[in-house]
T-cell receptor, first 115, second 115 residues
Framework: AQSVTQLGSHVSVSEGALVLLRCNYS??????LFWYVQYPNQGLQLLLK??????LVKGINGFEAEFKKSETSFHLTKPSAHMSDAAEYFC?????????????FGKGTMLLVSP | KAGVTQTPRYLIKTRGQQVTLSCSPI?????VSWYQQTPGQGLQFLFE???????NKGNFPGRFSGRQFSNSRSEMNVSTLELGDSALYLC??????????????FGPGTRLTVT
């Protein structure tokens, strides 16, 4: 069974600072990896998705994620935080060979941005 | 394209009652998945429907059921509601498999409160 671990339920940064949200996955086969963002009282919005063969994936709103197979990690970064980035972020995986679209989510990381 | 829509957005029910939630996927998407989101358990997969057939099911009691219609719209039903069923219920639709897996697009959710 696959699992996703997000380190830190809350991460606080100052506006303009680097954002780093950590995600590690456990899967018996190379999974498909995603980052989603959730703003208050809203559904999940797809930020970015892993593309096979890539190590750095670019998403919307200036976010990027680096895939490291050896570390089974898919950390999310943004060079400069903006107040509007304050939200909850979820890392998710779906198993590569299952034929299903089912997502397994991490517990989420709440990003707090201070002026 | 219009996004995933869910109705109703908010619902208050009493213990023991039943409830039906509705989801309309993105046009052309044949897969619909349902997830339950609670503060304690996070995001948990309920079930997935594809072409009117349940393709995958999570670990939830039989009180939770769903169905999909020929136009890909889906409903989920919860019978004999319990206080612990209070949650945000999210519907997601996905299209054909791609090189990045099945990308799921989420609706805004239905907030169910059981009193």
């Amino acid at each position: 069974a696959q699992s996703v671990t997000q380190l830190g339920s809350h991460v606080s940064v100052s506006e303009g600072a680097l954002v780093l949200l950590r995600c590690n996955y456990s899967s018996s086969v190379p999974p498909y990896l995603f980052w989603y963002v959730q703003y208050p009282n809203q559904g999940l919005q797809l930020l970015l998705k892993y593309t096979t063969g890539a190590t750095l994936v670019k998403g919307i709103n200036g976010f990027e994620a680096e895939f490291k197979k050896s570390e089974t990690s898919f950390h999310l970064t943004k060079p400069s935080a903006h107040m509007s980035d304050a939200a909850e972020y979820f890392c998710a995986v779906s198993e590569g060979n299952s034929g299903y679209s089912t997502l397994t989510f991490g517990k989420g990381t709440m990003l707090l941005v201070s002026p | 394209k219009a996004g995933v829509t869910q109705t109703p957005r908010y619902l208050i029910k009493t213990r023991g009652q039943q409830v039906t939630l509705s989801c309309s996927p993105i046009s052309g998407h044949r897969s619909v998945s349902w997830y339950q989101q609670t503060p304690g358990q996070g995001l948990q997969f309920l079930f997935e429907y594809f072409s009117e057939t349940q393709r995958n099911k999570g670990n939830f009691p039989g009180r939770f059921s769903g169905r999909q219609f020929s136009n890909s719209r889906s409903e989920m039903n919860v019978s004999t509601l319990e206080l612990g069923d209070s949650a945000l219920y999210l519907c997601a639709s996905s299209g054909a498999f791609s090189g990045t897996g099945y990308e799921q697009y989420f609706g805004p959710g239905t907030r169910l409160t059981v009193t």
